[in-house]
C-alpha cells in the first residue's frame, strides 16, 4: 500500500511558496461556524441550562431532561479511581506525579524589594479563584488532558476547578472520571463544544461562571473561546495537532515513520513533516510508512493526514533544516540527531522540543511531565505551553516612604503638568516636602 505525501527540497526554486501552501491553515474561519458559534453562546447567556441541556441533548445525542444528569459527583469520580484495573491505575498516577512534579518548579512567587530611602516596589502573585477546563470528548477521549489541565490549575492554588466534558451518547469513559479524581477536580459537568465554554464564560443556574477556561478542543470550542475572551480569560487557540521531526538519517526509519503517525492519528487536520539532509532517508521512512500503515487502526486517518497536510522536506544543511524550524515554530519539536543539545541555541520557535532518538513525542503526550497543550500553528512564535503561570496573576505592589513620596512627586508633578492633568500634579504635589 502506498501514499501519496507532499514532497520538496529547500533548493527547489518555489520552495518558499511549497511552504506558504504547506502551513496555510487558518483556525477559525469559517462564517457558519462563527453563527453558529454565537448564536449559542447568546442563547446559553440568555436562557441558561435550559439552553444548555437543549445543545447538548441535540450535538451530544443525549436524552436527559435536568442539569442533575449532567453533573458527576464526586463519588463517581473516586469511584472511577479505586476500581480502574491495576496496571491503568498505576500508570495514571505514575503520569499525574510526574506532570505535579514538572509543574511545581514553574510556581511564581511574589517579590519585593526596597529602595534606598525606605520605598518598597514589588509584585504579589495570587491564583486565579474559579478556573473551567476544557476537556475534549468529541471523537476521542482523553483522560491525559484531564491531567494537564487540572493539575497545574492545581499547583497554582486555584481554588475551584470546574471541568466540562462532552459525553456522546451519554458514555462516560472511567479513565477520564478517574483522571478527575486524580488531578484534584472540584466539579464535573457532562457538557460540551460551545455551550459548554459558554456556561463557563456567563455562567447558568448550574454552571458556576468561571475567572479563565483552558484546554483544547475542536474549531466550535476554539471559535467559542475567542468569542467569550474579554469576559474571561483563555490560555490559548489551539489548533490540530503538530509534529515536525528532525532526523539525521541514522535512527530507525520505522520509529521516525510512527512518530509521524502518533500526530497524524489526532485528526485528519493533523499535521505531521519529516526534514532531513538525507534524501535516501527520506525514500527510506516514505517506505516505512507504506509499510506499517496497514497496521494501524486509525489507518484512515493517518492516511487523510499525512496525505492532505505531511510533507518530507530535503534540506541542504542542517542550518537549512534550523531555518525550516523557525519558519514553522511546531508544536512538538522532535530533533532525531546525534547531538540535539548542539542544536538547541539555534531554535527559537517550538511549543515543546524532543531531544535524541529515544525521545518520542508520545512519551511527552502521556507522561514525561511538561505539559501536552501546547501552541500550534505557528503560535509557539508568541506563546508557550500551558503552566502554572497560567493560572496565576499578579499585582504590582508600591510603598512609598515620605522620603520616597516626596522625591517622586517632584518627578510625577513634572509629567502631569505635562499632561495637563492637574488633579495627579497637585496629588503629588501635596506630599513632596517643603
Ligand atoms: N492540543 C492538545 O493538547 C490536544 C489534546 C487532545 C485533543 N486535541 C484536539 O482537540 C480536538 C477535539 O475535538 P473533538 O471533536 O474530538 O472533541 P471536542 O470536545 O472538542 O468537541 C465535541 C463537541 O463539539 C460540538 N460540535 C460537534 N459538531 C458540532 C456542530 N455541527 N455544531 C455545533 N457544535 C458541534 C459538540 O458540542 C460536541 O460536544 C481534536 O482536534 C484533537 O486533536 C488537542
Ligand atoms: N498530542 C496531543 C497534543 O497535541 C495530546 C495528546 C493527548 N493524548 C494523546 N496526545
Ligand atoms: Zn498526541
Redesign the pocket.
Known amino acids: 500500500m502506498t501514499i501519496e505525501i507532499r514532497r520538496f527540497s529547500s533548493a527547489q526554486p518555489d520552495y518558499a511558496q511549497q511552504m506558504d501552501t504547506l502551513l496555510a491553515w487558518e483556525a477559525v474561519s469559517d462564517a457558519q461556524v462563527q453563527k453558529?458559534v454565537s448564536d449559542?453562546v447568546f442563547d446559553i447567556r440568555t436562557r441558561g441550562d435550559a439552553a444548555l441541556i437543549e445543545?447538548t441533548n441535540k450535538?451530544?445525542r443525549m436524552n436527559v431532561s435536568s442539569m442533575a444528569q449532567l453533573e458527576l459527583n464526586q463519588e463517581q469520580l473516586q469511584k472511577a479511581l479505586d476500581e480502574l484495573p491495576a496496571e491503568r491505575r498505576t500508570a495514571l498516577l505514575l503520569a499525574a506525579e510526574r506532570v505535579r512534579a514538572y509543574h511545581e518548579k514553574q510556581k511564581q512567587d511574589s517579590w519585593d524589594y526596597t529602595e534606598a530611602d525606605g520605598t518598597l516596589l514589588g509584585q504579589k502573585v495570587t491564583p486565579m479563584d474559579r478556573v473551567g477546563i476544557y476537556v475534549?470528548?468529541?471523537?476521542?477521549a482523553?483522560p491525559s488532558?484531564v491531567l494537564?489541565n487540572a493539575i497545574p490549575a492545581h499547583v497554582a492554588g486555584v481554588q475551584e476547578i470546574i471541568m466540562v466534558v462532552?459525553t456522546?451518547d451519554g458514555e462516560l469513559n472511567q479513565l477520564v472520571l478517574a483522571a478527575a479524581a486524580a488531578a484534584g477536580v472540584s466539579r464535573v459537568f457532562t457538557v460540551?463544544?460551545?455551550?459548554a465554554v459558554a456556561a463557563l464564560a456567563y455562567g447558568t443556574e448550574t454552571v458556576p461562571g468561571v475567572d479563565k477556561i483552558v484546554g483544547?478542543?475542536?474549531i466550535?470550542?476554539a471559535t467559542a473561546k475567542r468569542m467569550v475572551f474579554g469576559q474571561v480569560g483563555i490560555d490559548m487557540i489551539?489548533g490540530?495537532?503538530e509534529i515536525l521531526v528532525v532526523c539525521d538519517g541514522k535512527t530507525d526509519p520505522d520509529w521516525i515513520a510512527m512518530d509521524l503517525f502518533s500526530q497524524a492519528e489526532?485528526?485528519e487536520?493533523?499535521q505531521s513533516i519529516l526534514v532531513s539532509t538525507d534524501a535516501d532517508f527520506l525514500d527510506a521512512v516514505k517506505a516505512s510508512i507504506d509499510k506499517l500503515l496497514p497496521t494501524m487502526e486509525r489507518a484512515e486517518i493517518i492516511r487523510t493526514s499525512l496525505t492532505e497536510r505531511g510533507a518530507l522536506i530535503h534540506a541542504q544543511s542542517d542550518a537549512d533544516a534550523i531555518a525550516i524550524i523557525n519558519r514553522i515554530a511546531p508544536e512538538h519539536l522532535e530533533l532525531s540527531v546525534e547531538d540535539p543539545q548542539a542544536w538547541l541555541p539555534a531554535i527559537r520557535h517550538a511549543g515543546a522540543i524532543f531531544m535524541g532518538r529515544y525521545t518520542a513525542e508520545a512519551l511527552g503526550d502521556y507522561c514525561a511531565g511538561p505539559n501536552?497543550?501546547?501552541p500550534?500553528s505557528g503560535t509557539a512564535r508568541f506563546s508557550s505551553p500551558l503552566g502554572v503561570y497560567d493560572f496565576q496573576k499578579r499585582s504590582s505592589l508600591i510603598m512609598c516612604s515620605a522620603d520616597g513620596a516626596s522625591e517622586l512627586g517632584k518627578t510625577a508633578s513634572v509629567l502631569a503638568r505635562g499632561e495637563f492633568l492637574t488633579a495627579h500634579a497637585r496629588s503629588a504635589e501635596y506630599r513632596i516636602k517643603d
Open positions: 453558529t449559542i445543545y450535538f451530544d475534549p470528548g468529541g471523537k476521542a482523553y488532558s494537564m462532552p456522546p460540551g463544544g460551545a455551550q483544547p478542543g475542536n466550535y470550542v489551539a490540530p495537532s489526532h485528526d487536520d493533523a501536552h497543550v501546547l500550534t
